[in-house]
């Protein structure tokens, strides 16, 4: 039995009854990596001997006997911008290439109290600034579909480790579409729960409004399943919000009837990929024939998220990332021309930082700067609270929005990192929703004529993650999207 193809629920049933072990499932996806990843790069750091340990425990506690959490023995792996404690957390970059956290985040905490396996860090553009996973200091990640093709960012390491089968699930970070965008690419679902779900302690900011931690998963269960264990209020992280967590689980159902569903005309305008659309508008057909009822929804200033998001993420990005001067941790320059500390602080972060995060450093600091705030940052924070009136407004007269997740396929490493105004617009559709702080979740949906999956979004209101889920199990449910595979071997 291969069991790095299971999903995370197959493979609990399979560790209740005592069929399979950890360690059996651990030892499958590390062989499968040291066979595959060289051509993909999904991962920075492999966490093997803590793994194995882990591995080893939570087999220890199933033949003990008793009731099992659904992650005990599972192994996933996570976002290298998420704190491990005693592992290696580089965020994609050489400022952090030898930081080794002495405190776990949140979630991992809470991966920790289940007997969760962590496999690893997984490959991620640099401090999370980035749509392609090519802007990291260890090398591009490939697509598992086509390992010419990016997988998309900035987790694309998470969602290519997925598709492929080195990892049972994962965990990313979403500042503008950084889960649900590779999630598209590469075939898997990816989630972005609503801001405050999920605790962020732990969490190396890039954009602290906007920053959520996501998840990558083979099927909707899965992610029901992934999200009851790490949703919840965390007095460490002050934009938690403390609000019971429902059992997703339970809202598994396979039914569209009632449900009320907005396409929004200008998500359908001029430079969507053909392709894409065409998927789209099957889904809705799809729905539609499951006796769903269909509506055109208006949300009017989704022309200017781009341009909003592009002035609030790097601002937020300027501020957080000014802790990084080479003091109490982190990269230092070794230049011994350095005359005094403020040069030290230059070289360090000359020398640390690659293009794309000075490239936001300087933009937040000049949105900043004396004499341009009102005119930037006050003005983009305006319009940031029109786009959340926006989708208020639509969420009286529907359930649920479906969108494309990109406006194209995955496409060619190197085609578009010379050019960043086109790279920023790989994320027109995903960045509206971290504006207004809505869920929102990426599932197969279709293929491009060269193979290449294709995403569905489907947006929900604020804290509804079950309604979301349901839509999307019920599309899952009944297409067969979700179990095509990649042909790596």
């Known amino acids: 039995m291969e069991l790095y193809k299971l999903t995370a629920h197959e493979l609990h049933k399979l560790l209740s009854e005592k069929k399979i072990s950890s360690l059996e499932i651990t030892e499958s996806i590390y062989g499968r990596i040291e066979k595959l990843d060289k051509n993909i790069n999904s991962y920075i750091t492999l966490a093997k001997e803590s793994a194995l340990q882990q591995a080893r425990k939570a087999d220890k506690k199933i033949s003990a006997g008793g009731k099992i959490g659904p992650l005990s023995g599972i192994p996933v ?19 952090l290439e030898n930081y080794i956290p002495i405190f776990d985040a949140t979630v991992i905490e809470k991966f920790k109290r289940e007997n969760t396996v962590i496999l690893g860090k997984t490959n991620m553009d640099e401090f999370a600034m980035g749509s392609s996973t090519e802007n990291s200091a260890y090398g591009a990640c490939r697509n598992p579909w086509d390992t010419s093709t990016i997988p998309g960012g900035s987790s694309g390491g998470s969602a290519a480790c997925v598709a492929a089968d080195l990892a049972i699930m994962s965990l990313g970070s979403d500042t503008g579409g950084s889960v649900r965008q590779p999630a598209s690419m590469c075939g898997v679902v990816g989630l972005k729960p609503t801001y405050g779900r999920v605790s962020r302690y732990g969490l190396l900011a890039f954009a602290s409004s906007l920053d959520q931690i996501g998840t990558f998963t083979k099927d909707v269960e899965d992610t029901a399943i992934l999200l009851n264990i790490i949703a919840g209020h965390d007095p460490l992280d002050s ?21 009320k569903i907005g396409v929004p005309k200008e998500y359908f305008a001029e430079g969507i990929h053909q392709e894409v659309k065409k998927s789209i508008q099957n889904a809705v057909e799809t729905f539609k024939k499951l006796g769903a009822e269909i509506m055109e929804i208006s949300l009017p200033h989704t022309e200017y998220a781009v341009a909003t998001f592009y002035i609030i993420a790097p601002a937020e990005a300027s501020s957080n990332l000014a802790r990084y001067v080479g003091v109490n941790f982190g990269h230092r320059t070794r230049d011994k021309g350095i005359g005094n500390i403020v040069d030290m602080y230059e070289k360090t972060r000359d020398e640390g930082f690659g293009n794309e995060v000075k490239r936001r450093i300087m933009l937040g600091t000049y949105a900043l700067s004396s004499g341009y705030y009102e005119a930037y940052y006050l003005k983009a924070s305006k319009v940031r609270t029109l786009i959340k009136k926006d989708f208020d407004e639509a969420f009286h007269k529907c359930d649920v929005i479906l969108t494309p997740v990109s406006p194209t396929p995955a496409f060619k490493i190197g085609e578009k990192i010379s050019d960043p105004l086109q790279m920023y617009l790989s994320d027109i559709f995903t960045i509206p929703i971290n504006l207004a702080g809505l869920p929102a979740i990426s599932i197969p949906c279709g293929f491009s004529n060269k193979g290449l999956p294709i995403g569905l979004q489907i947006i929900g209101k604020p804290f509804d993650e079950e309604k979301i889920l349901q839509t999307a199990y019920t599309f899952e449910q009944n297409t067969e999207f979700h179990k095509k595979k990649p042909k790596i071997d």
Request: glycine share 2%; with cysteine; net charge positive.
């Open 239 to 259: 934009t938690s919000v403390a609000k019971e967590v429902p059992d997703y689980t339970k809202s598994l159902k396979n039914d569209a009837k009632k449900l």
């Open 77 to 95: 792996s996570i976002k290298d911008v998420i704190s491990t404690k005693n592992i290696k957390t580089t965020c994609g970059s050489r400022m």
